[in-house]
């Protein structure tokens, strides 16, 4: 049971250092302008995504890991 608890630990690790990473590119990448590809958008829309990783894998690990 400890390899899963961990494996959970190293994926909410990483799902916070792929929001931390994420909120970098947001914040040094422009707004978008008209008629140009929406990056600034749509790094917003992954970021919002990716912030509810961390919990997510909480909630999942607390219920296989303990009942």
């Not at 690790?13 to 931390?20: G, I, K, N, P, S």
């Not at 994420?22 to 978008?32: F, I, M, Q």
């Not at 919002?48 to 894998?57: K, N, R």
């Amino acid at each position: 049971m400890a390899d899963i608890e961990q494996s959970f630990i190293d994926a909410q690790l990483d799902a916070h250092l792929v929001c931390d990473l994420l909120r970098v590119l947001y914040s040094a990448v422009p707004d978008d302008k008209p008629g140009a590809l929406p990056i600034h958008s749509t790094l917003k829309h992954i970021l919002t995504l990716a912030e509810a990783l961390p919990d997510t894998l909480d909630v999942i690990s607390r219920e296989v890991c303990h009942g």
